[in-house]
């Protein structure tokens, strides 16, 4: 449908818990075709409705085998105790990525654009997405998750890139 407009960090409204989703309508499917084109242009493999300023529970996923995800006010309700480390990033943080620690699998809850209510558990790279677009839902972004020396010197990283972008 359309490529929205990214928030870029430092924007706060990155740090804003998102609100829960109540109207399973025409808009809401409009929203979540505007998020992937919009991943896709980014690109990325996730994106939530905060990452283009808009504070609902809405994500969209799609990794390397082709499969659209689409999650309506999804919850982590189960994680395993096996950690994995994998390289994350954010559309709105394009260039920086930094090793995190998240728990190998996990059990989910939403709902789909329809409103019916869904559970899966997953794991891997499926796992690590969900639990990263979940934080930023949660108004918690990727860099909340690092070392404060490895938080530094990732946003020095990207100041550069601005920079070199401008």
Same mark, same amino acid.
């Given at each position: 449908?359309?490529? =929205?407009?990214?928030? =870029? *960090?430092?924007?706060? #409204? ?9 109207? *399973? ?43 659209? #995800? ?9 994680s ?10 954010? @559309?709105s943080?394009?260039? @920086? ?9 996990? =059990?989910?809850?939403? !709902?789909?654009?329809?409103? @019916?209510? #869904? ?6 790279l499926?796992?690590?997405? +969900?639990?990263?677009?979940?934080? !930023? +839902?949660?108004?918690? *972004?990727?860099? !909340? ?7 530094? =010197?990732?946003?020095?990283? *990207?100041?550069?890139? $601005? #920079? $070199?972008?401008?």
């Amino acid at each position: 449908m359309a490529i =929205r407009t990214l928030v =870029r *960090f430092p924007d706060p #409204r990155l740090r804003l818990p998102a609100r829960t989703i109540t109207a *399973f309508d025409p808009a809401l499917s409009a929203l979540a075709e505007d998020l992937l084109d919009t991943m896709r242009a980014a690109p990325g493999i996730g994106i939530t409705a905060n990452h283009i300023g808009v504070a609902e529970r809405l994500t969209v996923i799609e990794l390397e085998d082709g499969i659209v #995800r689409i999650y309506v006010n999804p919850r982590v309700t189960w994680s395993s105790a096996e950690p994995i480390v994998h390289p994350e990033g954010s @559309v709105s943080m394009p260039g @920086v990525t930094e090793d995190v620690t998240r728990a190998r699998a996990v =059990r989910i809850t939403y !709902q789909d654009l329809d409103g @019916v209510t #869904r559970e899966a558990e997953v794991e891997g790279l499926l796992a690590v997405c +969900l639990q990263h677009e979940v934080d !930023q +839902l949660d108004g918690i *972004f990727w860099l !909340q998750r690092l070392s404060r020396l490895k938080r530094e =010197r990732a946003i020095k990283r *990207f100041e550069k890139l $601005e #920079r $070199e972008r401008r």
